[in-house]
């Protein structure tokens, strides 16, 4: 079963036709995002963090995280990929373990720690051993950071993205990358599924997809406005108001 949600999730990375993942943070999110009629429920490592009461960059407790991802699991019938950051200091064997028992197919794995590149060899290597330790029971999206902790350079980009998947990554994802001449240059020159950041500034989802782009997200923008709202509400309360 696992392996056939995997098989799924992959299939759904199509240049050009990208699948759309409106991230998640809790059992109740990811049921609303499954009711409006996704194909897959991804997870925010920040939103999670937040809802749990902990900052974004791997403040939250391993076990936590993975009980968080559990529950989303739990109440959608769809495949799950979830935002690990860099693994949680664990080894690639246990996180790999670690991840399928929550029953989640899918993960994003950043190459950056601290706010600092990793060696591209280094992450490369990270990766090939997930991927090992997985099986093809795994769509790893691997994140490539240099557009928000490097120097912005595409050829670095590139290069990073090509290492990630020779490694057995399934699709890169090149975070802060916003520029429509400079996603269509990635995408052609990266050589794989390419996932992009969808925020304010980005091209319309539609235009995405003509620019080649294969999975489109969220991150935690969509919690973020959610409990922005949320504060309005209650703001809206307190001067005696009427919420709804």
């Given amino acids: 079963m696992t392996t056939d949600k995997a098989g799924t999730l992959r299939a759904l990375h199509v240049p050009g036709?990208?699948?759309?993942?409106?991230?998640?943070?809790d059992a109740v999110s990811a049921g609303a995002v499954r009711e409006a009629?996704?194909?897959?429920?991804?997870?925010s490592s920040a939103a999670v963090a937040n809802v749990l009461g902990y900052e974004d960059g791997e403040e939250t407790p391993v076990g936590e995280m993975m009980a968080a991802i559990a529950r989303i699991v739990r109440v959608v019938d769809v495949p799950v990929t979830a935002d690990i950051e860099r693994g949680y200091g664990?080894?690639?064997?246990?996180?790999?373990?670690?991840?399928?028992?929550?029953?989640a197919v899918g993960c994003n794995l950043e190459d950056s720690s601290a706010g600092k590149l990793v060696d591209p060899a280094e992450q490369a290597d990270f990766l090939a051993e997930v991927r090992d330790a997985a099986g093809p029971g795994l769509v790893i999206n691997a994140r490539v950071d240099v557009y928000v902790h490097g120097q912005g350079d595409r050829e670095e980009a590139v290069e990073r993205g090509r290492r990630y998947l020779e490694a057995g990554a399934d699709c890169v994802y090149p975070i802060g990358l916003g520029d429509e001449d400079e996603i269509r240059a990635l995408v052609s020159e990266v050589g794989g599924p390419v996932n992009v950041l969808f925020r304010p500034g980005v091209p319309a989802l539609g235009r995405l997809?003509?620019?080649?782009?294969a999975r489109i997200s969220f991150g935690?923008?969509?919690?973020?406005?959610a409990h922005g709202y949320a504060r309005s509400l209650?703001?809206?309360?307190?001067?005696?108001?009427?919420?709804?």
């Fill in 209 to 213: 997809g003509e620019l080649g782009v």
């Fill in 90 to 103: 664990l080894k690639p064997a246990e996180l790999a373990e670690r991840l399928a028992a929550t029953g």
């Fill in 37 to 43: 009629g996704f194909p897959a429920v991804a997870t």
């Fill in 234 to 244: 209650f703001a809206k309360i307190k001067e005696g108001g009427d919420p709804y």
């Fill in 220 to 225: 935690g923008g969509l919690h973020r406005a």
């Fill in 17 to 25: 036709d990208p699948v759309v993942l409106p991230n998640v943070w």
